[in-house]
């Protein structure tokens, strides 16, 4: 889906390569569908977050001596952002946090999920983050038109492989963008279903 606006991105980084790693992953040729703007610390970052300024914030986990995760619960408990869609076995009342996000916890399906985020996003785009089980279901229920994996030489022993039980003649992957670096290899592909 494509928006009459650029999507506002706030990158916390500090690592200038990862910066320009990052804006060349997300850029798409002929498209100026983002504005990425990158902060490197955590106090400048802190303050581009309670501007409110962004659709979306990309926050790395180390940041001096603190982490990314002190920055978005410093963030998120004083200002309000985005609500956000948890799929879930179990039920419970919303979250409300005490700057006015609200976590959502859906119990009845993938689809209830996705009609609750595509409401609470307008006209923007809903993005699905999940593990193998999560994305599987989306992808054989034919809701996915966009993928990406970002591969890391990291060997985990165990897990749930992502293209497990999903049927190869009910899904065709076309990749349209392919980032490589020796850390990590980020892959985009348009999910066409069959």
């Given at each position: 889906?494509?928006?009459?606006?650029?999507?506002?991105?706030?990158?916390?980084?500090?690592?200038e390569?990862?910066?320009?790693?990052?804006?060349?992953?997300?850029?798409?040729?002929?498209?100026?569908?983002?504005?990425?703007?990158?902060?490197?610390?955590y106090?400048?970052?802190l303050?581009a977050?309670?501007?409110?300024?962004?659709?979306?914030?990309?926050?790395?986990?180390?940041?001096?001596?603190?982490?990314?995760?002190?920055?978005?619960r410093?963030?998120?408990?004083?200002?309000?952002?985005?609500?956000?869609?948890?799929?879930?076995?179990?039920?419970?009342e919303?979250?409300?946090?005490?700057?006015g996000?609200?976590?959502?916890?859906?119990t009845?399906?993938?689809?209830?999920a996705?009609?609750?985020?595509?409401?609470a996003?307008g006209d923007?785009?809903v993005?699905?983050?999940g593990g193998?089980?999560?994305?599987?279901?989306?992808?054989?229920?034919?809701?996915i038109?966009?993928?990406q994996i970002?591969l890391?030489?990291v060997?985990l022993?165990?897990?749930?492989?992502?293209?497990?039980?999903?049927?190869?003649?009910?899904i065709?992957?076309e990749?349209?963008?392919?980032?490589?670096?020796p850390?990590v290899?980020h892959?985009?592909?348009?999910?066409r279903?069959?």
């Amino acid at each position: 889906m494509r928006r009459s606006e650029s999507l506002r991105i706030l990158l916390v980084e500090d690592d200038e390569d990862d910066f320009v790693l990052t804006r060349s992953m997300l850029q798409v040729p002929g498209d100026n569908w983002f504005q990425l703007e990158w902060e490197q610390s955590y106090l400048p970052a802190l303050q581009a977050i309670r501007e409110a300024r962004h659709d979306l914030y990309l926050v790395d986990y180390r940041l001096g001596d603190r982490t990314g995760l002190d920055l978005v619960r410093d963030a998120w408990d004083r200002e309000p952002r985005a609500p956000v869609i948890v799929l879930t076995h179990h039920a419970r009342e919303p979250w409300v946090r005490q700057g006015g996000t609200t976590f959502t916890f859906v119990t009845d399906g993938i689809e209830s999920a996705l009609e609750q985020a595509r409401v609470a996003a307008g006209d923007k785009d809903v993005r699905v983050a999940g593990g193998a089980n999560t994305v599987q279901q989306f992808i054989r229920a034919g809701l996915i038109d966009e993928l990406q994996i970002h591969l890391a030489p990291v060997l985990l022993g165990d897990g749930v492989r992502l293209f497990e039980h999903i049927d190869p003649k009910h899904i065709e992957l076309e990749s349209t963008q392919v980032i490589d670096s020796p850390k990590v290899t980020h892959l985009r592909y348009r999910v066409r279903n069959g």
